[in-house]
């Protein structure tokens, strides 16, 4: 039975994490579940799990989780002797400090917060090597280039992350200048939290799983490829180096990787995982990215090859922008012109300590809101 | 450097097998050569590879390789103290008893000539256990499920093996009557030899790895699936407990899983092998498989369900068949005419001794010819 604590049990992957919980009840015990602003949902959780340890961001709601266990800050939570595995899925900086505790304490990760890696990736990294140690993936993609790679001792030579290239594949630049966040977040083929949907429709996500990737595998820059693959059936690729190609496969449904990365090496059937259909007819395509059509995309994937904290303040500036496009008071393409913007001006340090990087979060999110304040007032479609 | 022993070398897979061994002089020496009746060929490869031990099964051209190394059949060749690998890359029943000799003698089998794990899958069980012991798949499909599961340690719970549908996979059956041998042998992904070719054609070949594969994965029947997918780039999948599906992917070319039957579990770069393109847009369908348009497809899985002597039967009376259909003396749709009369008139034994086996693989042979001399006349196109 493995000590489990879930930090963002309210988001997307959390609500999930919970959902493979249930389904294995004699493997897991929750001793900590910690969200943002969802008390509602937590509260429901926490008399459903009956965890020792308890956590809300929102200080202001914190008063609810009285009665419901001990209120204990995230970074202490993970550090708890009988804790053995952090479902990291919280959203964007707030994973990351509570991330590099657990690792500090010797706990094992399930990192679906990836903006931590993007982040702090040489930090991560010298904390927990590659992915499969102390670190697992959670994100599909990842998750499938890890599965992929099991058993095989040699390098990879080339890793194919796949893309579906969101909902906007086939909209020129132009419409995408009037897109509504009710249409961004309409993602064609995967249920996902907010934030993830708009970096998917922006393509930032794919550049954050190339940055991701890099530090979980160790791969070179020049041996990671995006290639766009509409139906999110296969969930990334790695050719070894006699040129033979491996994939992991499934309908898009984030229950498998989240079970994968709590049970690893271990499968267990799981029925609420649905399975690859192959009675009736099924088309896969893949196509080249064109990455003119999703500006945040290069600028992203360059400043995880410059490094140092630009990816960081890339990260930081993408969670503000994100938030004002969902707020409806910036536009679908101000998100890569204030990205820009944030990273022309970044005076970037080593990135190697916890301080540096949130000192570069903390200057990048100030960097974002004066860019996004000087924007011209547009008038957005709705 | 091991020690290499080629049975078939001046087929499609032997000659393959030797441009592998020329990409990598130091891994492989080649101690024997044998072949069927290409002469010429072999000729040529004794002079460029020299080795100690030749053969040539057809004994009225046995006299040409007179001062080119010692004759020694192929039992016996396999036996030899310094010989470790063997590509068993003969067709049909040829390879039977080196194989059984080979495992014997407790040398590693790169197994090509699938026609000996059909006609005695429990035998050469008992012998060489599952894949990857002493038994090395070679085929794209089975290697590709063996690739797929290396560093999984659980059970396989589907077995999803791809078929391409062969160059009638649009046809009508009654066109099917008039194929002839020229279209059979035009395989729309794959360049093969002859005999494997047709039995492309028939989907017998699929049959054959269904059966393969129960053996070589200890995978029960119910668990292995056949589905169509014409363009041949998957070359099969494996799911596993959690629902999640791996698989392996490249170019069509046999000369990948030919090198990784020979230097598994390493990987070596070969610039031979084609890489996956994925620059331009690709394309990938799967579409159900449908039996009534391939008789052979049916027949060859039932025999192969029933067990005992009957797979043996089955491949016997398919040699035959397939050589009647190549010469243009019998149609192609009688090809399953003369498997089900076989079938039918088969009194099984147990099929778990070499000799039961080839006593049945005597019989078959007899009670095709009949079938196919008895078959009525009809006028053949092409």
């Not at 540096?356 to 479609?381: F, G, H, K, Q």
């Amino acid at each position: 039975m493995k000590g489990l604590v879930v930090l963002g049990s309210t988001g997307s992957i959390g609500v999930q994490t919970l959902d493979v919980v249930r389904e294995m009840p004699e493997r897991f015990q929750i001793l900590g579940l910690a969200a943002g602003r969802n008390l509602d949902l937590l509260v429901n959780q926490i008399s459903e799990f009956n965890p020792r340890m308890v956590f809300c961001a929102d200080e202001a709601k914190r008063h609810r989780l009285a009665g419901n266990g001990d209120v204990v800050p995230m970074e202490e939570m993970v550090a708890e002797p009988d804790v053995e595995l952090v479902m990291a899925s919280t959203i964007g900086t707030a994973g990351l400090v509570p991330t590099v505790k657990a690792l500090e304490c010797g706990k094992t990760v399930a990192l679906a917060n990836k903006e931590v890696i993007i982040m702090a990736g040489p930090l991560i990294r010298s904390l927990a090597g590659t992915a499969g140690r102390n670190l697992m993936p959670v994100d599909s993609e990842p998750s499938a280039i890890w599965q992929s790679i099991q058993g095989e001792g040699g390098p990879i030579s080339r890793m194919i992350i796949t893309a579906s290239g969101g909902p906007f594949r086939k909209s020129s630049l132009q419409d995408l200048e009037k897109v509504t966040p009710e249409q961004a977040l309409k993602h064609p083929t995967w249920n996902m939290g907010r934030k993830i949907t708009i970096d998917s429709a922006t393509l930032m996500n794919k550049a954050f799983e190339v940055i991701e990737a890099h530090w979980l595998f160790d791969v070179p820059w020049e041996n990671i490829e995006v290639v766009v693959h509409p139906q999110s059936i296969i969930h990334s690729m790695v050719e070894m180096a006699d040129g033979s190609v491996k994939a992991q496969m499934g309908p898009p449904d984030m229950r498998l990787p989240i079970q994968y990365s709590m049970l690893y090496p271990e499968r267990l059937p799981n029925r609420l995982i649905p399975h690859l259909d192959l009675r009736s007819p099924l088309d896969i395509n893949f196509e080249p990215l064109d990455p003119s059509r999703y500006p945040c995309f290069s600028l992203a994937v360059e400043a995880g090859r410059k490094g140092g904290t630009y990816p960081a303040a890339l990260s930081a500036a993408d969670e503000v922008a994100v938030d004002r496009f969902l707020e409806g008071r910036i536009g679908f393409l101000d998100i890569p012109r204030i990205l820009e913007e944030v990273l022309a001006k970044h005076t970037p340090t080593g990135g190697k300590s916890l301080e540096e990087i949130m000192e570069a979060d903390r200057t990048a999110r100030l960097d974002a809101e004066a860019a996004a304040d000087s924007l011209p007032n547009r008038v957005l479609a709705g």
